[in-house]
């Protein structure tokens, strides 16, 4: 009995699946999972109460933060208005051109303060002495201050000092005896007395619409159970979003809590309350949290813990009955996963489906073998196919090598042939143009050795092929090019253009007629066009379709169309469109031959567009 215990407990035994599941499950109890249950429901609760009241207090904190910038507004705008006041008012000049401009200017720096800082109204009350005191749009008679919400008792309470003030249902503007809609403001006001005076000089109001404040207040929390309200230091409620609110008391035993606690959170009733003072009012700014929000919020937790519970727990009493078949039916998936497997899927791009596992494990069961054998076929295959890849890389471009090696000794042929021409007409000078031309041409050639070029030269490799070609014609063509800004520092395959450009012009010139040969650069995307259009004879549409579908298919026949297949073969290694080259037949004569390959440039800092 006691061998047969230690054989089923030894790693061996237990590096199988069956014996691994069926551990599993002693190790995991319904009854501690229960118990962790439980414990999670209290722990959970606790936690989330205190995580959401701290979320709402930093909340609070910001929106604390957003009233304060916004009263600071308003005190720097109070003193910028003491400023004008005095220099208006208390210096007012002697003469009336001087009060008038003074005056202007004023007006001017109180519209201008108003609009950067977007408040609702600045309004000035003066005396009646006062020249413009009757102005009615920004300056008001001191007997009117009444319809801005300030009785005389409060004004001669509050003198000298910034005040602040919530005003209800006043009217916009301040304009006596017209109707207009009203608003609630809350006003930065300050009354002036000189020292020793029973006369007020004047006062002003700085004014915001309490709905800004309320929006503030009310944007501040992302659910709507949430509320936000400002409070004066008497526990007069400044802003709420319920209206009928404004003006009342807090209730008192509420308001003693607040005003004589700290910043922590507390309960009143059935809700949470989070207190933050604005040291700029001397206002309370409250955030007033439900219980039943902090109850809703934590119950989706709870919810989410116990379903797992339950979840695991039946998971656990599962596993345990199907063990077995489950341990087999994973294998028999595995393996019929991995004998379905097409290959050819991947016959033109390296296998990337890899099985995870570690191969330094000590003990290994059905899988992780199964796993390492398919992860060692497929690296052999993906080796192949790199080698193979590469093998052919090398084939193309030696291919494309001797194609090139082919076609400039067959220029060169051409070349000659028409010097000789030219010697045996006994146009001398146009073979001696022709020598120097065709000197310079190779001379190109052999110092750019590269594939690739800029089009730059390759435009200057063209030309002097034109010129050679124009020369031996005894100018029977001309030519024109046209480039936009900045393309030729791009890059293109070496000597392209010569093979199409012969073709229009053995092909093209009908021996009566001269021709005109367009050489277009373009950029469409992120590819670059060349355009090569002649007003020669031209192709049939037959012979055209011909050569397209050709090209299309990649099978043109070397010995008809050798120019055309060399240069669209080195095209297509560097173009995006298959086929890289095509060719239209124009209306009513000639030929179009358009060129496409991909924005290639050597070094990105050669220029700047």
């Given at each position: 009995m006691i061998s047969h215990l230690l054989q089923k407990f030894s790693p061996k035994v237990f590096s199988s699946f069956r014996s691994k599941l069926l551990l599993s499950f002693f190790f995991m109890s319904i009854?501690?999972?229960?118990?962790?249950?439980?414990?999670?429901?209290?722990?959970?609760?606790?936690?989330?109460?205190?995580?959401?009241?701290?979320?709402?207090?930093?909340?609070?904190?910001?929106?604390?933060?957003?009233?304060?910038?916004?009263?600071?507004?308003?005190?720097?705008?109070?003193?910028?208005?003491?400023?004008?006041?005095?220099?208006?008012?208390?210096?007012?000049?002697?003469?009336?051109?001087?009060?008038?401009?003074?005056?202007?200017?004023?007006?001017?720096?109180?519209?201008?303060?108003?609009?950067?800082?977007?408040?609702?109204?600045?309004?000035?009350?003066?005396?009646?002495?006062?020249?413009?005191?009757?102005?009615?749009?920004?300056?008001?008679?001191?007997?009117?201050?009444?319809?801005?919400?300030?009785?005389?008792?409060?004004?001669?309470?509050?003198?000298?000092?910034?005040?602040?003030?919530?005003?209800?249902?006043?009217?916009?503007?301040?304009?006596?005896?017209?109707?207009?809609?009203?608003?609630?403001?809350?006003?930065?006001?300050?009354?002036?007395?000189?020292?020793?005076?029973?006369?007020?000089?004047?006062?002003?109001?700085?004014?915001?619409?309490?709905?800004?404040?309320?929006?503030?207040?009310?944007?501040?929390?992302?659910?709507?159970?949430?509320?936000?309200?400002?409070?004066?230091?008497?526990?007069?409620?400044?802003?709420?979003?319920?209206?009928?609110?404004?003006?009342?008391?807090?209730?008192?035993?509420?308001?003693?809590?607040?005003?004589?606690?700290?910043?922590?959170?507390?309960?009143?009733?059935?809700?949470?309350?989070?207190?933050?003072?604005?040291?700029?009012t001397n206002w309370y700014v409250i955030t007033e949290v439900p219980n039943k929000y902090i109850v809703s919020n934590t119950f989706i937790l709870v919810s989410i813990l116990l379903a797992t519970v339950i979840f695991v727990v039946i998971v656990s009493i599962l596993s345990s009955l199907f063990t077995s078949n489950e341990l087999s039916k994973k294998i028999r998936q595995l393996a019929s996963i991995m004998t379905s497997l097409s290959f050819n899927d991947y016959k033109d791009k390296p296998i990337a489906l890899k099985l995870p596992i570690n191969e330094n494990k000590k003990y290994k069961d059905e899988f992780d073998d199964l796993a390492i054998v398919f992860n060692k076929m497929t690296n052999k295959i993906n080796a192949n196919f790199q080698s193979l890849l590469e093998f052919k890389i090398q084939e193309e471009k030696m291919r494309f090598q001797l194609e090139q090696s082919k076609i400039n000794p067959h220029f060169l042929y051409n070349m000659l042939d028409s010097i000789k021409t030219c010697q045996t007409l006994g146009r001398l000078e146009d073979a001696n143009n022709m020598i120097i031309r065709l000197a310079k041409f190779y001379r190109m050639l052999l110092k750019k050795g590269d594939e690739l070029i800029s089009i730059k030269d390759e435009v200057e490799i063209a030309t002097l092929y034109l010129e050679m070609e124009k020369l031996n014609r005894n100018h029977s063509f001309t030519w024109h090019i046209s480039k936009e800004a900045g393309i030729e520092h791009f890059l293109i395959p070496k000597f392209v253009l010569q093979p199409i450009l012969e073709n229009c012009i053995h092909h093209g010139i009908d021996h009566t007629d001269e021709i005109t040969i367009q050489i277009s650069f373009f950029y469409r995307e992120d590819n670059i066009f060349i355009t090569i259009d002649d007003n020669g004879k031209g192709i049939s549409a037959a012979t055209c379709k011909k050569i397209n579908d050709a090209l299309t298919n990649n099978n043109v026949k070397t010995k008809q169309h050798f120019g055309l297949i060399n240069v669209n073969k080195r095209l297509s290694m560097f173009s995006e469109h298959q086929p890289a080259l095509q060719i239209a037949k124009r209306d009513p004569s000639g030929t179009s031959v358009t060129l496409c390959l991909q924005q290639i440039i050597l070094d990105e800092d050669l220029f700047d567009f």
């Open positions: 009854v501690p999972l229960l118990l962790l249950g439980v414990l999670s429901y209290v722990l959970s609760y606790n936690i989330a109460k205190n995580k959401l009241l701290d979320s709402v207090s930093y909340s609070n904190n910001q929106l604390n933060e957003i009233l304060t910038n916004r009263f600071n507004q308003m005190e720097n705008a109070s003193n910028m208005m003491q400023y004008y006041m005095y220099t208006l008012i208390l210096q007012s000049p002697s003469s009336l051109p001087e009060q008038l401009n003074t005056y202007s200017a004023v007006r001017n720096n109180i519209a201008n303060l108003k609009n950067s800082f977007q408040f609702a109204n600045i309004s000035v009350y003066t005396n009646e002495d006062f020249l413009f005191s009757h102005e009615g749009i920004t300056f008001f008679n001191i007997k009117d201050i009444k319809t801005h919400g300030i009785s005389n008792q409060e004004m001669h309470k509050n003198i000298n000092h910034l005040n602040w003030h919530l005003s209800k249902k006043i009217k916009e503007p301040f304009i006596v005896h017209q109707t207009y809609k009203k608003n609630n403001y809350i006003s930065a006001y300050i009354v002036f007395k000189k020292q020793n005076s029973s006369q007020i000089d004047y006062a002003f109001f700085i004014d915001i619409k309490e709905s800004e404040i309320n929006k503030i207040l009310q944007d501040s929390s992302s659910d709507s159970s949430i509320s936000s309200f400002l409070i004066d230091e008497n526990g007069l409620i400044i802003s709420h979003r319920n209206e009928s609110l404004l003006s009342k008391k807090l209730e008192k035993n509420l308001f003693l809590k607040i005003k004589t606690g700290t910043e922590e959170p507390f309960k009143w009733k059935n809700k949470q309350y989070i207190v933050k003072y604005n040291h700029v």
